[in-house]
């Protein structure tokens, strides 16, 4: 009997390693820093590839800082998009040190950045520039290529796939640029009031204004809080668009004195087609609110 739970024991040990040693191997992961690049990376890679963002959902990318933990997962990492922010400063050494061979890309590189909102410096490093890159479609397609170029490096026997994938995706962002052009046909000249400054790249496009609360990064004085609702006053801005990262207050507030209405937007979702159609559908719908 003895004999035959010693035997009983050793085929369940074996049968327990040989599920563990059956399980998937992971499969190869790339990062990017905020969440509207998931969507795109991924779209690229291809489904074989995993795809994580470093910044948490709901989290302010200017002020984040990246945990022990986040570090140490991120050393299995292959590629890593970056673009500009604070915190990647401090981790790009850390990351080379421990793994050299993970290949990174600044998004901003082949970009025209706008000057940083609030900030008049006609000799600003690149760090001092707007980083809210990907809110234009137009600069996405010369991001979404460059993604392309350095994941065809890292993985050379996905090219045609890779290819066929960005293909499709500089499509797919062609005819999004077009349907918010058809949208805000009629809304040319706009301005909104924003708590943020995150849609400089999509007015530029779309022949919008943003005014922001925000001042040189830092929430707003009451000098400069006059100063905004004298200039949305003059602009005869129609609403106010808040973001779930930042504080809302002065936005809110003047907004309340202008008896316009605040809509919520979050540029770092996810879902970036979605984002932009929305923000397209916020401004043209508010101008007819105010037309009727």
């Known amino acids: 009997m003895r004999k035959f739970f010693f035997a009983l024991a050793a085929a369940l040990f074996l049968a327990s390693c040989g599920k563990q040693d059956a399980s998937p191997p992971k499969k190869p992961l790339i990062w990017v820093s905020i969440a509207p690049y998931q969507q795109i990376a991924q779209r690229l890679a291809g489904k074989d590839i995993e795809v994580e963002t470093i910044v948490p959902q709901n989290s ?155 001042y040189e990064g830092k929430d707003p004085r009451p000098k400069h809080i006059e100063k905004i609702l004298s200039q949305a006053m003059e602009s005869r801005t129609e609403v106010a668009v808040v973001l779930p990262q930042y504080n809302n207050k002065g936005a809110q507030l003047i907004a309340q004195k202008l008896h316009i209405p605040v809509r919520m937007i979050d540029p770092y979702s996810p879902e970036y087609f979605d984002t932009l159609l929305n923000m397209a559908r916020l401004i043209a719908s508010e101008q007819g609110e105010a037309a009727s």
């Open 60 to 214: 302010n990318p200017h002020s984040f800082e990246p945990t022990s933990r986040q570090v140490s997962q991120m050393n299995r990492g292959l590629v890593w998009f970056r673009i500009g922010e604070p915190f990647e400063k401090k981790l790009l050494p850390l990351l080379h040190s421990r793994n050299p061979h993970l290949a990174v890309l600044d998004l901003r590189d082949k970009i025209h950045l706008l000057a940083e909102e609030g900030i008049s410096c006609s000799h600003c490093s690149m760090d001092h520039r707007d980083r809210h890159i990907w809110m234009s479609p137009k600069d996405t397609q010369t991001q979404a290529a460059e993604m392309a170029r350095i994941l065809t490096e890292v993985f050379p026997e996905k090219k045609e796939e890779i290819s066929a994938n960005l293909d499709q995706l500089l499509k797919d962002l062609e005819q999004l640029d077009r349907e918010i052009h058809t949208i805000l046909d009629a809304s040319k000249h706009r301005t909104i009031l924003v708590s943020h400054p995150a849609f400089g790249y999509f007015c530029r496009d779309y022949d919008c204004r943003q005014l922001s609360i925000e």
